[in-house]
Nanobody, 127 residues
Framework: QVQLVESGGGLVQAGGSLRLSCAAS????????MGWFRQAPGKEREFVAT????????YYTDSVKGRFTISRDNAKNTVYLQMNSLKPDDTAVYYC????????????????????WGQGTQVTVSS
């Protein structure tokens, strides 16, 4: 049974940093495209970042480029999202997800294409 468990969320002031973790069980993160999404109250779930199976490519939504970094530790079977220079607009529940099928990068930002999801972790950025 596949499980993704996020942790690391919390309350931080604008300009601060957080590192989110997504621990996987039931599959190896290096065998899946791994992504982070977020959902703010009253808004749709939106793509944040993705890392490919090889770990050689990463993709980000424009609003987080230069501030967030997605990475993976295969030995720990864990994916991370390092978030720096946080802004109040980054406030949301952050979800980890994995994609099992081989698809082109054009699919990476679509939550419908991911097969497994974690329960989410709340990130709140105060101004």
């Amino acid at each position: 049974q596949v499980q993704l468990v996020e942790s690391g969320g919390g309350l931080v002031q604008a300009g601060g940093s957080l590192r989110l973790s997504c621990a996987a069980s039931g599959h190896t993160v290096s065998s899946y495209v791994m992504g982070w999404f977020r959902q703010a109250p009253g808004k749709e779930r939106e793509f944040v970042a993705t890392i490919t199976r090889s770990g050689g490519s990463t993709y980000y939504t424009d609003s987080v480029k230069g501030r967030f970094t997605i990475s993976r530790d295969n030995a720990k079977n864990t994916v991370y999202l390092q978030m720096n220079s946080l802004k109040p607009d980054d406030t949301a529940v952050y979800y980890c997800a994995s994609m099992s099928r081989y698809r082109s990068s054009s699919y990476y930002s679509g939550p419908a294409y991911y097969d497994y999801w974690g329960q989410g972790t709340q990130v709140t950025v105060s101004s």
